[in-house]
């Protein structure tokens, strides 16, 4: 069975083609910075054949289309060799877990539009358009709120009349991909499964969560993708009354202040300077006051949710950084876990700044285990998609 996963991420887009038996990735493939004139495109298959380049990319569609000319060909003679397309599906209105990716439930995520805005829109064409190429291969989305559906009640509920909950209105989560492969990943390096972990998945859109056992049971994104810590350009956690005194005093309409918090907030707001942290960090080094800030404002959100959430646990194992920033920005790394010694947390920073992804950047001493893992939200889409088919082909 070849599965081909397309993760659509807010300014991004990875895909892997996997067969499934053994595993093996036929090819893999990420852009990124999607809707700029400078995104970046990367892709390899198995034969060796790579692809570098510099390109406009003015949405995900077109991203899509020059994924398929990277596979078509190359990899597969056609995409009748593919038996499933999985998609890293975000939200939908009283769904959740794995579905087949009907009309019925596009129309599902189309209703909560307005809660995923950056997410589900591109991901709902992303699957219009692979519908239109190939008709009868199954689509299948694994919904990023499924690693979070058994948060307890005094996780999810807000401190609002509980009629609101009744109707919807609660914390849902979200990245559950790549939680969900962190925690595994980290019980996997520890040889553990029963660790008090905090799993950071850190990119354009990031969050946290804190895992028990295998089981999440708190998250810092909540109804919407626009809370926790702040975000590329979204601003995460906020003074609830922020958006009533900037139309009532500042005189700003409802869809100025929407724009202003999802848009123009976060790493690009307190910065001045880009959305992406890498640029944000050569500004900050080459002396830029308000680059310096956001990257210091970032880490230290991030400190403090891994400190709540070790008291949420009751304790502490390890925690796990995952996604573009995670993976990949030393200094954020840092700077997150500075402090944290009272915790157990002692990091090596020779190995932080020098070690490659699926590996411990804690020192020897340090009772609180660190890891860096390469996140693989792919392959876990793609084993729950074959789940899902084999078990409807059981089914009959």
Do not use: W
């Amino acid at each position: 069975m070849n599965i081909l996963v397309c993760n659509v991420g807010s300014t991004s887009l990875k895909y892997q083609l996997i067969a499934m038996e053994g595993e093996t990735v036929l090819a893999k493939g990420k852009m990124e910075r999607v809707g700029t004139d400078r995104a970046e495109y990367s892709h390899e298959d198995a034969r060796g054949n790579r692809i570098r380049e510099e390109l406009p990319l003015r949405d995900h569609g077109q991203g899509i289309e020059r994924m398929l000319r990277a596979l078509i060909g190359p990899v597969v003679p056609s995409l009748d060799s593919v038996d499933c397309v999985g998609f890293k599906v975000v939200l939908a209105k009283d769904i959740t877990g794995v579905q087949e990716l009907t009309e019925e439930v596009v129309a599902a995520m189309e209703a909560m539009n307005g809660i995923a805005p950056a997410h589900n829109p591109p991901y709902i064409a992303a699957i219009r358009q692979f519908r239109r190429i190939v008709p009868s291969v199954p689509l299948v989305g694994s919904f990023e709120t499924g690693f979070h559906r058994n948060l307890p009640p005094k996780a999810y509920l807000y401190s609002i009349p509980k009629e609101y909950a009744r109707r919807g209105v609660r914390r849902y989560g979200y990245h559950g991909a790549s939680h969900e492969y962190l925690a595994g990943r980290a019980a996997e390096l520890t040889g553990r499964r029963d660790l008090k972990l905090v799993t950071c998945h850190l990119g354009g859109s990031g969050s946290l969560a804190a895992v028990d056992s295998g089981v999440s049971i708190d998250t810092t994104l909540g109804f919407s993708l626009q809370c926790g810590i702040m975000h590329n350009n979204r601003c995460g956690d906020i003074d609830p009354y922020l958006p009533i005194y900037l139309q009532e005093t500042e005189g700003l309409s409802l869809g100025e202040v929407k724009t202003l918090l999802t848009k123009k907030s976060g790493l690009l707001g307190l910065s001045g300077v880009s959305n992406d942290l890498r640029d944000i960090e050569q500004a900050a080094d080459a002396g830029n006051p308000d680059a310096r800030e956001a990257v210091e404002a970032y880490a230290y959100y991030i400190r403090k949710q891994i400190g709540a959430y070790a008291a949420a646990l009751g304790g502490l194992d390890a925690v796990a950084f995952g996604g573009g920033i995670g993976e990949n920005s030393a200094r954020i790394r840092e700077l997150s876990l500075e402090g944290l010694g009272f915790l157990g947390v002692d990091l090596d920073r020779e190995r932080n700044r020098t070690a490659r992804c699926d590996a411990e950047i804690s020192s020897a001493s340090s009772r609180v285990k660190v890891f860096i893992v390469a996140t693989n939200e792919e392959i876990v889409v793609a084993r729950k998609a074959k789940e899902f088919l084999e078990a409807r082909k059981r089914r009959g």
